[in-house]
């Protein structure tokens, strides 16, 4: 995502008519009554058939992703699912694509895919999330070890996500600077942590072993709970990056929570269940969630109008500068 393509949501009624328009294109067994799920970078609907069947149908934002990129999401998520790791199964149009094309009255031609429901719910940060970030933990070792032997097919693109592009100037989610409730007097305690944690993750480095495909957005809101089982969805923002950032994903907007230590202790776990990490990887935790934090403040900056940005406050902010200081000092361990 660019700082430019931040969405400007049509009306609810053209974007209802895009995805009547975008399901038109799927065999009459998929089709069905359309509500609108969630608005944020992309517009995603429930699909309820008739029979009571259920799909999710996804309408692309325009000016975010090329076709070439949709298709290599969808080339991993087939690829995963292969290999029986429960992600959510696109779904073949009439033509047999998994790609689909609609438009709407003003509206530009957006991409469309549906895919297969998978049941649960997304967990709270209120809740005793200990179980599932065990279980997360091991999802994403499994994610890890597959991404590391997949080859990935011939003219495969994803975005790259390493500290110039979270962080640098032309970052794909914006300038942090432009932050909502940001003062000019804290930029430079942020300035200081951006340098430091670019100087840690050089030294980390992008080795094979480090730095490969991942989800690159397990944030509470992208994982569904069921009974026991944990389950990913949303892959729109996977892309090659530092494999441990699926780690600092996964805390997203709640960095600053007292249960940090807890939660990531049982990912560690979990991942442990089913890969190894050594004592570098544990080391470069605070650099990499102090990074995403930072990260989601310029996503906070070109998507302020978003009921989700809008919720965060400057209570968000303000628990953000005590974050930075705590890994300047070197308060943040989680070895």
């Given at each position: 995502m660019t700082a430019a393509s931040a969405l400007a949501a049509p009306p609810p009624s053209t974007l209802d008519a895009l995805a009547r328009a975008a399901l038109a294109s799927y065999p009459a067994s998929y089709q069905g009554e359309?509500?609108?799920?969630?608005?944020s970078e992309n517009a995603t609907y429930l699909v309820r058939t008739a029979v009571g069947d259920r799909f999710v149908l996804r309408i692309h934002r325009p000016d975010y992703h090329s076709e070439r990129a949709v298709r290599s999401e969808l080339a991993w998520l087939a690829a995963l699912k292969s290999a029986a790791i429960?992600?959510?199964?696109?779904?073949?149009?009439?033509?047999?694509?998994?790609?689909?094309?609609?438009?709407a009255a003003g509206l530009s031609t957006r991409m469309a895919v549906l895919f297969s429901w998978i049941e649960g719910h997304e967990p709270d940060a209120q809740e005793n999330l200990e179980a599932s970030f065990?279980?997360?933990?091991?999802?994403?070792?499994?994610?890890?070890?597959?991404?590391?032997g997949w080859a990935r097919p011939d003219g495969f693109e994803r975005p790259t996500w390493n500290h110039?592009?979270?962080?640098?100037?032309?970052?794909?989610?914006?300038?942090?600077r432009h932050a909502p409730h940001l003062q000019a007097r804290h930029h430079g305690l942020i300035e200081a942590t951006i340098a430091v944690i670019g100087a840690q993750l050089q030294a980390y480095g992008q080795g094979a072993a480090r730095f490969g495909l991942i989800h690159a957005d397990l944030r509470l809101a992208n994982l569904l709970v069921d009974a026991e089982?944990?389950?990913?969805?949303?892959?729109?923002?996977?892309?090659?990056?530092?494999?441990?950032?699926d780690l600092a994903s996964a805390l997203s907007?709640?960095?600053?929570?007292a249960a940090v230590p807890v939660w990531i202790a049982h990912w560690?776990?979990?991942?442990?269940?089913?890969?190894?990490?050594?004592?570098?990887d544990l080391d470069i935790i605070p650099a990499l969630l102090v990074q995403r934090r930072l990260q989601l403040l310029a996503w906070t900056g070109t998507h302020s109008d978003t009921q989700l940005a809008l919720g965060l406050g400057a209570d968000w902010v303000a628990q953000t500068l005590p974050l930075c200081r705590d890994y300047l000092d070197g308060r943040l361990n989680f070895a």
């Open positions: 359309v509500s609108l799920l969630s608005l429960k992600v959510p199964e696109a779904l073949p149009g009439s033509n047999g694509d998994l790609l689909q094309h609609a438009s065990e279980r997360l933990g091991a999802i994403n070792a499994r994610l890890h070890l597959h991404a590391r110039q592009t979270m962080l640098g100037e032309g970052a794909h989610w914006g300038d942090w089982h944990t389950r990913v969805i949303d892959f729109d923002d996977c892309g090659i990056g530092w494999y441990l950032h907007f709640h960095e600053h929570h560690l776990r979990g991942y442990g269940s089913v890969a190894s990490l050594d004592q570098a």
